[in-house]
């Protein structure tokens, strides 16, 4: 009998598993047209929301912006089994899944194991810094290597995007001003960033292409842990940086709330959370990426970005 039992609470969880949609939001374009959707599955393809609902935005910020009625209208085009929104993944290009936030912040210094790679403290407060929008490219697009630097190097970042603006917002309510999470290569030129412009990051962080980012924003409530994801960069097939979120000095909620003190976030934003220990410029001796290099950048559960050095 006890085993009986246990089979069918094995059968129901399966069923639960199947029934639903892990909600994973791109941009993407079709037929010279932008528009939001959601992956059947990392790299699958693509419902399209729009011609589900006229109403839902073409542009994922507006998207955001929309609040819970827009999530709610893009679970029932998801839950509806209608064939017709389908569309291949082969006749679409995924865009970055933001491309027009009001802002994009930066958290340096965030991993307790980065922190060591450099023989630095702890910091004991968020270090923040930011790049420009448009920075921001998609997985798939050309990075170009700018002539103004000769110490490119890369860094894979665990991202937070955020669903519901706010001002001072306290860390037991951080995370319902969270929609989900992706992934970036936060690019840097390592002699503007360190050496030159008076040890001021913007420009060494901010030249075009220094942020690719995607391929998908995955919904917070879908991912097991955001504080326990492997995440990994490669160059060339090679592994250069391998951690786990779990190390990240911190996290959400903290990140959130000290933001929140200072500036005051908007639906569609972004925080990319930090880098893990591997960077080339603590190598020994530094390694810097070069045209022709493929660097791809990877967090479990939601997803990897490749761009090629060109």
Same mark, same amino acid.
């Given at each position: 009998?006890?085993?009986?039992? #246990?089979?069918?609470?094995?059968?129901?969880?399966?069923?639960?598993?199947?029934?639903?949609? *892990?909600?994973?939001?791109?941009?993407?374009?079709?037929?010279?047209?932008?528009?939001?959707?959601?992956? %059947?599955?990392? /790299?699958?393809? $693509?419902?399209?929301?729009?011609?589900?609902?006229?109403?839902?935005?073409? +542009?994922?910020?507006?998207?955001?912006?929309?609040?819970?009625?827009? @999530?709610?209208?893009?679970?029932?085009?998801?839950?509806?089994?209608?064939?017709?929104?389908?569309? %291949?993944?082969?006749?679409?290009?995924?865009?970055?899944?933001?491309?027009?936030?009001?802002?994009?912040?930066? $958290?340096?210094?965030?991993?307790?194991?980065?922190?060591?790679?450099?023989?630095?403290?702890?910091?004991?407060?968020?270090?923040?810094?930011?790049?420009?929008?448009? *920075?921001? @490219?998609?997985?798939?697009?050309?990075?170009?290597?700018?002539?103004?630097?000769?110490?490119?190097?890369?860094?894979?970042?665990? $991202?937070?995007?955020?669903?519901?603006?706010?001002?001072? =917002?306290?860390?037991?309510?951080?995370?319902?001003?969270?929609?989900?999470?992706?992934?970036?290569?936060?690019?840097?030129?390592?002699?503007?960033?360190?050496?030159?412009?008076?040890?001021?990051? #913007?420009?060494? %962080?901010?030249?075009?292409?220094?942020?690719?980012?995607?391929?998908?924003?995955?919904?917070?409530?879908?991912?097991?842990?955001?504080?326990?994801?492997?995440?990994?960069?490669?160059?060339?097939?090679?592994?250069?940086?391998?951690?786990? *979120?779990?190390?990240?000095?911190?996290?959400?909620?903290? =990140? =959130?709330?000290?933001?929140?003190?200072?500036?005051?976030?908007?639906? /569609? +934003?972004?925080? #990319? *959370?930090?880098?893990?220990?591997? $960077? /080339?410029?603590?190598?020994?001796?530094?390694?810097?990426?070069?045209?022709?290099?493929?660097?791809?950048?990877?967090? +479990?559960? @939601?997803?990897?970005?490749?761009?090629?050095?060109?």
């Amino acid at each position: 009998m006890r085993f009986n039992v #246990l089979l069918d609470v094995r059968r129901i969880a399966c069923h639960l598993h199947r029934s639903f949609q *892990t909600m994973r939001f791109v941009q993407f374009e079709e037929g010279g047209r932008r528009r939001v959707g959601v992956e %059947k599955e990392d /790299g699958g393809d $693509v419902v399209d929301l729009s011609a589900f609902d006229k109403n839902i935005p073409t +542009d994922m910020r507006s998207f955001l912006e929309g609040g819970q009625p827009m @999530i709610q209208a893009a679970k029932s085009a998801v839950e509806s089994g209608n064939s017709s929104l389908i569309l %291949k993944r082969d006749s679409v290009k995924l865009l970055a899944p933001v491309t027009n936030p009001d802002k994009v912040l930066c $958290v340096g210094m965030n991993y307790v194991d980065h922190c060591a790679e450099q023989n630095q403290p702890v910091p004991k407060e968020p270090v923040l810094f930011s790049k420009f929008p448009s *920075t921001i @490219i998609a997985s798939g697009d050309d990075l170009q290597y700018p002539e103004e630097t000769q110490e490119l190097d890369w860094e894979v970042e665990m $991202v937070i995007v955020i669903g519901k603006g706010g001002k001072k =917002i306290s860390e037991n309510e951080a995370m319902s001003h969270v929609f989900g999470y992706t992934v970036a290569h936060d690019v840097s030129a390592r002699d503007w960033q360190m050496r030159r412009n008076g040890g001021q990051y #913007l420009v060494g %962080k901010s030249m075009d292409c220094f942020c690719p980012l995607g391929p998908a924003i995955v919904m917070k409530e879908d991912l097991s842990d955001p504080h326990n994801l492997g995440l990994r960069c490669r160059v060339n097939g090679v592994t250069k940086q391998d951690s786990n *979120t779990k190390n990240l000095v911190f996290k959400t909620e903290s =990140i =959130i709330a000290f933001v929140s003190r200072l500036f005051t976030l908007k639906a /569609g +934003d972004i925080i #990319l *959370t930090g880098t893990p220990p591997g $960077v /080339g410029c603590f190598r020994k001796p530094p390694e810097y990426l070069k045209r022709g290099d493929v660097v791809e950048v990877e967090v +479990d559960q @939601i997803g990897k970005v490749v761009n090629k050095v060109v």
